[in-house]
């Protein structure tokens, strides 16, 4: 039988809250659980997709070499200028409803190379 000392270690701080058991550091500084930015071509693409959906439209960005926390803020700013909702999957920012138009329209000011995929 193994003793609570050998097994784990701290578990919650009062000065940090929760700590991740791998890296031992606080679950906002953890890095043990972060995946590195996926290579890209350097193109945004952006697409309007209804598969898996029940008919109804999203338009998705791929390829933007952002880390989560940009990728969420970023697709903050997609959502808020289509008037529309969303999320971030996987490194996809999906808008409800067809908006291709404005997002390559926004992605574009912001300096963005983007090319419209799929039709």
């Known amino acids: ?3 609570k ?3 784990g270690g701290l ?3 009062t000065e940090t809250g ?3 058991p791998v890296c031992r550091k606080p679950v906002a500084d953890c890095i043990c659980g972060q995946k590195p930015l996926p290579k890209t071509d350097g193109i945004v693409r ?7 959906r029940a008919g109804k439209g999203v338009t998705l960005v791929k390829g ?3 880390d989560l926390a940009g990728l969420t803020t970023l697709g903050k ?3 808020a200028a289509c008037g529309s909702g969303g999320t ?6 999906e808008v409800q409803g067809d908006h291709c138009d404005t997002v390559i329209a926004l992605l574009q000011k912001q300096g963005y190379t983007v090319k419209r995929a799929g039709g």
């Open 1 to 3: 039988m193994k003793s």
């Open 5 to 7: 000392a050998s097994s």
């Open 11 to 13: 578990v919650y701080s």
């Open 18 to 20: 929760r700590m991740c």
């Open 46 to 52: 952006v697409s309007r997709e209804t598969k898996g």
């Open 64 to 66: 933007v070499p952002l």
């Open 77 to 79: 700013q997609l959502k």
């Open 88 to 93: 971030v999957k996987d490194g996809v920012i």
